[in-house]
């Protein structure tokens, strides 16, 4: 069974970073959270940490789990919350087509995958309650 990390990071204003995947990626020209596959025997917060370096040039240092799930067709996905706590120019995409930050009501009118839509309004439904 497949394992992946992803991470709802979000800013001060409490804006979700989000990544719009690239033809060479699943989920083509939908926008998703950032994170990847859990490699041989890393740990779930292990594969968090290096796919957040490699895709944004960012050390993750503020993260916590929120939940682990089955998806379908795929297998185990650990599904954290972080802070990223610097501006989008210092950042460096380096997968992906484009990112940016948006509001709970902005990313409601995105495509997005599904599985990281379903995650984003539990995130954001249950914070405000």
């Known amino acids: 069974?497949?394992?992946?990390?992803?991470?709802?990071?979000?800013?001060?204003?409490?804006?979700?970073?989000?990544?719009l995947r690239s033809p060479n990626h699943s989920n083509t020209g939908s926008w998703s959270l950032f994170g990847g596959h859990?490699?041989?025997?890393?740990t779930a917060e292990e594969a968090l940490v290096r796919e957040i370096k490699e895709e944004i040039n960012f050390d993750l240092k503020q993260y916590s789990l929120?939940?682990?799930?089955?998806v379908e067709d795929?297998?185990?996905?650990f599904w954290f919350h972080g802070v990223i706590d610097v501006p989008l120019s210092?950042?460096?995409?380096a997968e992906g087509d484009d990112f940016?930050?948006?509001?709970?009501?902005?990313?409601?009118k995105l495509k997005i995958?599904?599985?990281?839509?379903?995650?984003?309004?539990?995130?954001?439904e249950g914070k405000n309650k």
């Open 66 to 70: 929120i939940k682990e799930t089955i």
């Open 74 to 77: 795929f297998g185990k996905v």
């Open 1 to 19: 069974m497949k394992s992946a990390s992803k991470i709802i990071l979000t800013n001060k204003e409490n804006k979700v970073l989000l990544q």
């Open 100 to 108: 940016d930050f948006f509001s709970y009501k902005e990313l409601l």
């Open 90 to 93: 210092n950042l460096k995409l």
């Open 113 to 124: 995958s599904h599985e990281s839509k379903k995650r984003l309004i539990e995130y954001y």
């Open 38 to 42: 859990i490699d041989g025997s890393e």
